[in-house]
C-alpha cells in the first residue's frame, strides 16, 4: 500500500536505501517481464490481477534484493522496473483527489499533478529541493532521460 501526498506537503526526497519499498508489489510491463524472464529467469516474474509483477522472495521483500551492511542493494539497479526508477513519485496529467493546488506541477507550459508516497522514508530528507528533483523524475516518466541514480539524483540523457 502506498499513501499518495501532493508534492508541496514534501520538502525533499534522497532515497535512503531503507528498503521499505523492497516490499511493494511491483508492476512491470509485458516488455519488462520479458527481458527479466530472459536475464534471469522465468521464476522471476509472476502474473496476477491481469498484470506481470517481479516476484517476492519468502520475506516478503523483492527478489532482486539484496543487503549490504544493513543497507538495501537492487542487483539489478541499472536496469530495474520504471516503477522502482519512479518510485516514490507518482505523475498523472489529473488530480488524483480533490487536491489538485498542493499537487499542481508546472513543467514546461504543461501541467502535471505529483504525488509522493508518505511512508517512504527517504521524504524531507537530502538537499536538493523537490521541486527539482520532480523535474528530473518526470522527464524520465517522458523517456527523456534514460536513467535516475536515486540517492543523489544523477540522470543520464537520452541521446
Ligand atoms: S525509495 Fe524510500 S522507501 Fe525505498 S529504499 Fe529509498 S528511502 Fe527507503
Known amino acids: 500500500m502506498v499513501r499518495p501526498v501532493g508534492w508541496r506537503s514534501i520538502s525533499s526526497w534522497s532515497c535512503i536505501r531503507c528498503g521499505r519499498c523492497c516490499r511493494l508489489l511491483v508492476p512491470v510491463k509485458i516488455g519488462e ?47 530495474r522496473p520504471k516503477a522502482c526508477v519512479l518510485y516514490p513519485f507518482y505523475i498523472y496529467k489529473k488530480p488524483l483527489y480533490n487536491d489538485s493546488e498542493i499537487a499542481l506541477f508546472q513543467f514546461f507550459n504543461e501541467q502535471y499533478y505529483v504525488y509522493i508516497d508518505a511512508d517512504c522514508t527517504g521524504i524531507n530528507r537530502g538537499y536538493i529541493p523537490i521541486n527539482n528533483v520532480i523535474g528530473n523524475i518526470i522527464l524520465y516518466w517522458m523517456e527523456k532521460l534514460d536513467f535516475i541514480e536515486s540517492e543523489n539524483m544523477h540522470v543520464l540523457k537520452r541521446v
Not at 48 to 63: E, S
Not at 64 to 73: E, Y
Open 33 to 79: 517481464a520479458l527481458y527479466y524472464q530472459k536475464e534471469y529467469g522465468a521464476n522471476v516474474i509472476e502474473y496476477f490481477n491481469k498484470g506481470f509483477h517481479l516476484k517476492k522472495k519468502g520475506d516478503g521483500y523483492c527478489i532482486f534484493l539484496d543487503w549490504v551492511k544493513g543497507r538495501a542493494h537492487c542487483s539489478i539497479y541499472h536496469f
